[in-house]
């Protein structure tokens, strides 16, 4: 079983920064593509980002293309994703997924974090 804690959220105002950290536990972090997911309010759940599991690769939503960044660190267990250029629409809750598998996806995430709030002021 896989834990997984988000942390890094907050208010920023639009145009500023954010990183945000996603701790494993429980199992062997690299065996495992990771992503990033958020619901806005209002909206369902959207991918926004993923890594494989020795972080060789990145898949982006075209929404968040060359404003974040995922990346991860296998020696601390952790994921991240570094939100630049942020805008109000980036407001949601931010949630990262653990996959057994090389690669990552838009879906079929078998771990899920509990959230970090984002909120960006216009």
């Known amino acids: 079983q896989v834990q997984l804690v988000e942390s890094g959220g907050g208010l920023v105002q639009a145009g500023g920064s954010l990183r945000l950290s996603c701790a494993a536990s429980g199992g062997t972090f690299s065996s495992y593509a990771m992503s990033w997911f958020r619901q806005g309010p209002g909206k369902e759940r959207e991918f926004v980002a993923g890594?494989?599991?020795?972080?060789?690769?990145?898949v982006y939503a075209d929404s968040v293309k060359g404003r974040f960044t995922i990346s991860r660190d296998n020696a601390k267990n952790t994921v991240y994703l570094q939100m630049n250029s942020l805008k109000p629409d980036d407001t949601a809750v931010y949630f990262c997924?653990?996959?057994?598998?090389?690669?990552?996806?838009?879906?079929?995430?078998?771990?899920w974090g509990r959230g970090t709030q984002v909120t960006v002021s216009s």
């Open positions: 890594i494989s599991r020795h972080g060789g690769r990145t």
């Open positions: 997924a653990a996959k057994f598998s090389i690669g990552p996806s838009t879906n079929n995430y078998n771990y």
